[in-house]
């Protein structure tokens, strides 16, 4: 715990920091990026927004890594259907378990059981290994219970980690 909050702390300290040289236009273009996603980590959504969006006009040669916080941006704020097509673009052609992941969740909390279960099942091809966000990610609720879902994760089970938690007083 005193570590988590250690990283806490430093995070804030760098977000701090970075709004300062934001704040007198003093940040480097490179360090905007940075500054979004610190944004986005603060909650302060319409300042990563607008800091994203000068991103793509200082730093062209970037677009991937600003559509990726584009997409996370509007994932985190659940604005799932901006956040729908910037990950589909971003995915086209990866092998990227967590990115086929985040697909798959975004077409189940959109409810698109299709696309969700094959995004789900190219995720667990590319080898996501954690079966407890399978099993506990919400998305996943109103299709657990059913043979398609419960036959796809049993299909891959032998590849989720295990976790074992101490418990504590």
């Known amino acids: 715990l005193a570590s ?16 300062t040289l934001y704040d007198n236009d003093q940040l480097l273009s490179c360090d905007f990026l940075h500054f979004a996603d610190f944004a986005m980590r ?7 927004e607008n800091t994203l969006h000068k991103c ?16 996370k941006l509007y994932f985190i704020k659940r604005d ?8 589909r673009d971003s995915v086209q052609g990866m092998t990227d378990s967590e990115k086929s992941y985040a697909m798959a969740s975004i077409y189940a909390a959109l409810a698109q059981k299709t696309e969700a279960l094959q995004w789900l099942k190219q995720s667990l091809k590319f080898g996501f290994q954690y079966g407890y966000v399978v099993r506990f990610d919400p998305v996943w609720d109103k299709w657990k219970q059913e043979e398609d879902w419960k036959n796809l994760v049993e299909m891959y089970a032998s590849q989720f980690l295990e976790y074992q938690f101490e418990e504590t007083e």
């Open 4 to 19: 988590s909050l250690q990283a806490a702390d430093l995070q804030m300290d760098a977000f701090i920091q970075l709004n």
């Open 42 to 48: 603060a909650g302060k959504y319409a300042e990563a």
């Open 56 to 71: 793509q006009l200082l730093l062209p040669e970037s677009n991937n890594q600003v559509n990726a916080l584009f997409a």
């Open 80 to 87: 799932l259907e901006k956040a729908l097509p910037i990950f």
